[in-house]
């Protein structure tokens, strides 16, 4: 394996756990500045506010369970 190839493959093992980072930053970021997010949680969407209260606002399919490294296919 080439040095390029790699460093993609080291950066592709990183990218799951600096999503989740990032993603939690941008929420808390988001509701200190007053305003709400929407979170997916057991087939519902909720509307949640900086003061902690939840708002359900659509029923959506459960998430469907994938083995790690599973390849699925963008369209």
Do not use: W
């Amino acid at each position: 394996m080439s040095e390029p190839e790699k460093i993609i493959q080291q950066l592709e093992t990183m990218f799951p756990s600096l999503s989740g980072v990032t993603f939690s930053a941008a929420r808390k970021e988001t509701l200190a500045s007053g305003q709400s997010v929407l979170l997916s949680e057991n087939g519902v969407i909720y509307e949640v506010f900086p003061d902690g209260t939840r708002l359900k606002r659509k029923n959506i399919e459960a998430p469907t369970p994938i083995k790690e490294g599973t390849k699925i296919p963008i369209r």
